[in-house]
């Protein structure tokens, strides 16, 4: 049961952090998601298939995922993460 609460209240924190990045209008800060991060410097190449279990984000969390994915254009528009088509590539 613990376990559970766990797994929701992080799906909460993540929600609450990826909300500015699927909001079009948001004005301020925007944080990115420090285990995205973290994650792509430490791997240096991620698969796409393998983010989201990296991540531990279920398929069913599309708040979440859109949030996630927008970090990732973000990363991608400054040039600090490359598409390469089945994966990407961190080049920061």
Known sequence: M?????????????????????????????KYETELIELFKEKKEIRKEDLLDFLNIKISDNKSIKGIYAQIENLES???????????????
Not at 17 to 26: A, G, L, N, V
């Open 2 to 30: 613990i376990n559970t609460i766990v797994d929701r209240l992080e799906e909460e924190l993540r929600n609450h952090r990826t909300q500015p990045f699927i909001e079009k209008d948001y004005m301020g800060i925007r």
């Open 78 to 92: 400054y040039g600090i993460l490359k598409d390469l088509g089945g994966k990407w590539r961190w080049k920061g």
